[in-house]
Structures are given as structure tokens and as C-alpha cells.
């Protein structure tokens, strides 16, 4: 379970912070960490017994399907695969999301506490563990705090409604376009850097688009003879700001924004 699990492998300071410190750790661990280049002792001066911290290998789980609510778990580095079992058996993929992230925040704010979805590690994972009364009571004080907590459940919405937009409207290289504008728009990286490589499986960039992989092979390739991206070495796809721009005119044209 999350709590039994973590407790040997987590570090925490003996003495508490004040509640104020909810908002700099969300500052360096969230809002100035959106290419993840922070590292485990830059945390440790906000630790204390209401966060503690913990390091989780890919390919383990992070939440299991019935666990509940326990603390609100921020995802400093690495990434996770949500994915949740149909009733038939088969696992569907709901998201693919690279730190920083919440865990936690619609169980916190609602009456059932129970996790329905699976999240696994998808690369090594830093984890920080925060209690949730220590949590309620930052962004209560702290508006800042809760206006970064807000701007995180906004993302959590747009990634869902994009998501279901895609799947319903638009034919699969349309809806990979799509995918990669979503991409770019959650990465402040490419944004500076002006290109953006997705790194992640093919496999897992097709479920996440409910297509088969045979199917995004044929997107990929259809993209990448158009002049939309190029495939590195190894499958991951870059695109750079051009190319980004042409993709978003097509999707404009096609009534998507």
C-alpha cells in the first residue's frame, strides 16, 4: 500500500517548518523545476515530519487501484503511465505526464478518498511526500500556494478534455498533431529551447492516443514525409518551432481551438 511501503525509504528532517515554507518548496519543486534539474539535497531543507521524500525505480507503482488518500504525493522528477483496468480485462492507458505533478488533489477535495487508477513509475522517480492537513493548512494561509495547486488541476483538465477532443474528432494524424501540441504546451523546455523531443514508447504514445500502434506508425510516418517532424535515433520524435507552428495553423483550420 502507499503508506507501508514508503516509510523505510523515506528521509525527513525532526524539526517542522512554518507554513509559509509550503510556498517555496512549491516555488524550487514546481514552478522553477519545469526542466527537472533539481536534486535530492536541494530539497532537504524543506523536509520535516509532514514531508518527506522518496526515491521510486521505473516500473514500480507509485498508487495502486483501491489505496486511498493518504498524503499528497509531488512528483519532482521522473514521470508516470496512469492507467486503469476495463471491466473486460484490458488496461487503458489515461495519461503519460513528466514532473512536475501532483497526486492527490481531487481525493483531498472530495468525499471518496479511494485511488481508482494505477500510477506506475514510467522512468525513476523523486517523490515528495506531503501530509495532507499540513497541505490544507498552507494553501489555506497562502494564496500563492493555492494559485500553483489551481494552475496544476487546470493542466489535469486541459490534458482530459484535449484528450477526449482528439479521440472523438479528429483521424489519427490529426489526432497525433494534436498530441504533440499538447506536449508543447506543457513544456516550458521546448518553449525556451524552441523544439521538443518526446522520448516516450510508441507503445505508450498509442494508448495514450487509443490507436493502435500499426496506426501511429502510419501517423508518424505521414508527418514525417510532410516535413511535420523527424524521428531520432532510437524512435523519439522532434519537432522543432516551424514545425509546431504548421501543425498548430492545421489543427486551427480544422476548428480544434
Known amino acids: 500500500m502507499q503508506t507501508q511501503k514508503y516509510r523505510k525509504e523515506t528521509r525527513h528532517m525532526k524539526t517542522e517548518k512554518t507554513s509559509g515554507q509550503l510556498r517555496e518548496l512549491f516555488r524550487v519543486a514546481y514552478v522553477e523545476n519545469q526542466d527537472q534539474t533539481i536534486k535530492m539535497h536541494d530539497l532537504d531543507r524543506f523536509l520535516n515530519p509532514c514531508i518527506t521524500m522518496r526515491m521510486v525505480k521505473k516500473g514500480e507503482d507509485i498508487v495502486r487501484p483501491t489505496d486511498k488518500l493518504q498524503s ?4 519532482v522528477k521522473g514521470g508516470a503511465h496512469f492507467t486503469r483496468v476495463s471491466t473486460d ?3 487503458n492507458m489515461l495519461a503519460a505526464v513528466n514532473a512536475p505533478f501532483f497526486i492527490g488533489i481531487t481525493q483531498l477535495v472530495s468525499n471518496d478518498k479511494e485511488y481508482y487508477s494505477q500510477i506506475i513509475a514510467a522512468k525513476n522517480c523523486l517523490l515528495l511526500y506531503i501530509d495532507c492537513s499540513y497541505f490544507l493548512k498552507g494553501i489555506r494561509e497562502d494564496g500563492e500556494a493555492a494559485l500553483i495547486v489551481i494552475r496544476d488541476l487546470a493542466k489535469v483538465v486541459e490534458r ?3 484528450r477526449m477532443d482528439r479521440m472523438v474528432f479528429l483521424k489519427a494524424s490529426n489526432n497525433l ?3 504533440i501540441e499538447s506536449k508543447w504546451n506543457e513544456s516550458e523546455i521546448c518553449r525556451r529551447d524552441r523544439q521538443l523531443t518526446i522520448r516516450e514508447r510508441h507503445g505508450v504514445i498509442a494508448a495514450d492516443l487509443s490507436v493502435s500502434v500499426r496506426t501511429l506508425y502510419r501517423s508518424i510516418n505521414s ?4 516535413g511535420l517532424l523527424t524521428v531520432q535515433k532510437g524512435g523519439a520524435l522532434m519537432v522543432n518551432e ?3 507552428e504548421e501543425m498548430k495553423r492545421r489543427l486551427e483550420k480544422l476548428g480544434k481551438m
Open 223 to 226: 508527418l514525417k514525409d510532410e
Open 160 to 162: 482530459n478534455h484535449t
Open 89 to 91: 480485462g484490458n488496461t
Open 72 to 75: 499528497i504525493i509531488l512528483v
Open 177 to 179: 498533431m494534436a498530441y
Open 242 to 244: 516551424a514545425q509546431m
